[in-house]
């Protein structure tokens, strides 16, 4: 049953299964199969349960349900194979809800590794996925290497160093790998400071921006992060402020662009029609790309040696002693292992407003929203 929630708690903890099954019935309703459906929302959920709010719920009524509305996504698309060279595929997405999609596609570069030893999945007229990390995890789940690459299809809110105009998406790029044991390696990042969710998430939280996000026209630092949306900022590239660091991110965006877009041929972000921009995002995120691979070691060699040796290369990492000051020496993937683990048994924490918001939703669409179990 759905209920208002108490005031005094800033989020509110709802079941994981539960909260699933709700977003599964909201694409359901909104014309996605029930098999697909229930992909699409643990690809949707999976930022919630593991910390990464900005890719998670917060985006399904002001991202993933206009699609919908708009006939941006179609509820119903078959993707369809281009060209099938056995270790490598084409496929056209046709507008398919990219959360269901791009999990699709990794399972079917998965099927290709087993044979393989290497599958590669490139996909165009795709639309938002979500976390990459979520759709590159699939493949550590069959003990093999993920890696996802998703250019942001027409859509340009980042200028080159040294632009005037914007070129590129943050180009989100994940790889993920098992560690023997521990938990997995997952890297998942775009490749601007960071991705506008994070900004638009500082701004709804009445936090300022740290130096190196957000730039003005002049290249002056700005930390309204309001301004980003009202068009008084411009976010910027990975290792934006050390020297010639902008240009590391910005190579890796634009390696992004190529192996998601070029190959696909998807949606360009450096198109002619961006050179009319006047500095401000220009285009839509219509026609994404993204490029899906895996890739099995235990092809090449024995597979107990591929795992041995995971296990020593990550047990090494976490054996490493810190530095003064600091906590033990960890890698990327492990708090949000550590974090799935809580949430999946206490509940995953929504911040009220979002929450407020969710119930909002199920009373349009008649259905019910979880009830909280707690609160932090």
Same mark, same amino acid.
């Given at each position: 049953?759905?209920?208002?929630?108490?005031?005094?708690?800033?989020?509110?903890?709802?079941?994981?299964?539960?909260?699933?099954?709700?977003?599964?019935?909201?694409?359901?309703?909104?014309?996605?199969?029930?098999?697909?459906?229930?992909?699409?929302?643990?690809?949707?959920?999976?930022?919630?349960?593991?910390?990464?709010?900005?890719?998670?719920?917060?985006?399904?009524?002001?991202?993933?349900?206009?699609?919908?509305?708009?006939?941006?996504?179609?509820?119903?698309?078959?993707?369809?194979?281009?060209?099938?060279?056995?270790?490598?595929?084409?496929?056209?997405?046709?507008?398919?809800?990219?959360?269901?999609?791009?999990?699709?596609?990794?399972?079917?570069? #998965?099927?290709? =590794?087993?044979?393989? &030893?290497? %599958?590669?999945?490139?996909? @165009?007229? /795709?639309?938002?996925?979500?976390? *990459?990390?979520?759709?590159?995890?699939?493949?550590?789940?069959?003990?093999?290497?993920?890696?996802?690459?998703?250019?942001?299809?027409?859509?340009?809110?980042?200028?080159?160093?040294?632009?005037?105009?914007?070129?590129?998406?943050?180009?989100?790029?994940?790889?993920?790998?098992?560690?023997?044991?521990?938990?997995?390696?997952?890297?998942?990042?775009?490749?601007?400071?960071?991705?506008?969710?994070?900004?638009?998430?500082a701004a709804r939280a009445g936090r300022q921006a740290p130096h190196g996000w957000l730039a003005d026209d002049r290249g002056d630092p700005?930390?309204?992060?309001?301004?980003f949306d009202r068009g008084d900022a411009h976010l910027l590239w990975l290792g934006s402020g050390s020297g010639s660091g902008a240009y590391?991110?910005?190579?890796?965006?634009?390696?992004?662009? #190529?192996?998601? =877009?070029?190959?696909? &041929?998807? %949606?360009?972000?450096?198109? @002619?029609? /961006?050179?009319?921009?006047?500095? *401000?995002?220009?285009?839509?995120?219509?026609?994404?790309?993204?490029?899906?691979?895996?890739?099995?070691?235990?092809?090449?060699?024995p597979a107990e040696d591929v795992d041995r040796d995971a296990h020593a290369l990550f047990d090494t990492l976490l054996a490493c002693p810190?530095?003064?000051?600091?906590?033990?020496?960890?890698?990327?993937?492990?708090?949000?292992?550590?974090?799935?683990?809580?949430?999946?048994?206490?509940?995953?924490?929504?911040?009220?407003?979002?929450?407020?918001?969710?119930?909002?939703?199920?009373?349009?669409?008649?259905?019910?929203?979880?009830?909280?179990?707690?609160?932090?």
């Amino acid at each position: 049953m759905t209920e208002a929630r108490p005031a005094g708690k800033q989020n509110v903890r709802v079941d994981y299964d539960d909260l699933l099954s709700f977003v599964a019935a909201v694409f359901i309703d909104r014309g996605m199969q029930v098999d697909r459906a229930r992909m699409a929302a643990t690809a949707l959920c999976y930022s919630d349960l593991v910390g990464q709010g900005t890719h998670g719920l917060a985006n399904l009524t002001g991202l993933y349900l206009p699609l919908f509305d708009d006939a941006r996504v179609d509820p119903g698309a078959e993707p369809q194979v281009l060209a099938d060279r056995g270790a490598a595929v084409l496929v056209d997405a046709h507008r398919a809800l990219g959360l269901w999609a791009a999990s699709e596609a990794m399972d079917m570069a #998965v099927e290709r =590794a087993a044979t393989y &030893g290497i %599958g590669m999945i490139s996909v @165009r007229a /795709a639309t938002h996925f979500g976390c *990459a990390g979520h759709h590159a995890v699939r493949a550590v789940r069959r003990g093999m290497v993920g890696i996802v690459a998703s250019n942001c299809g027409r859509q340009r809110i980042v200028r080159p160093p040294g632009g005037q105009v914007t070129m590129l998406g943050t180009n989100p790029l994940s790889v993920a790998a098992p560690a023997g044991g521990h938990h997995p390696f997952v890297l998942d990042m775009s490749t601007t400071a960071v991705p506008a969710g994070r900004v638009r998430e500082a701004a709804r939280a009445g936090r300022q921006a740290p130096h190196g996000w957000l730039a003005d026209d002049r290249g002056d630092p700005v930390t309204d992060p309001a301004a980003f949306d009202r068009g008084d900022a411009h976010l910027l590239w990975l290792g934006s402020g050390s020297g010639s660091g902008a240009y590391k991110g910005f190579g890796l965006g634009l390696m992004v662009e #190529v192996l998601a =877009a070029l190959v696909s &041929g998807a %949606g360009l972000g450096p198109s @002619r029609e /961006a050179l009319a921009g006047d500095g *401000a995002s220009s285009g839509r995120d219509d026609d994404i790309g993204f490029l899906v691979a895996a890739i099995a070691p235990g092809a090449l060699r024995p597979a107990e040696d591929v795992d041995r040796d995971a296990h020593a290369l990550f047990d090494t990492l976490l054996a490493c002693p810190p530095s003064r000051g600091n906590g033990p020496v960890l890698y990327p993937g492990w708090h949000e292992a550590e974090r799935a683990h809580y949430n999946r048994r206490d509940g995953v924490p929504l911040a009220e407003p979002l929450y407020q918001e969710l119930c909002d939703v199920a009373g349009t669409l008649g259905l019910e929203f979880p009830d909280p179990i707690g609160g932090d």
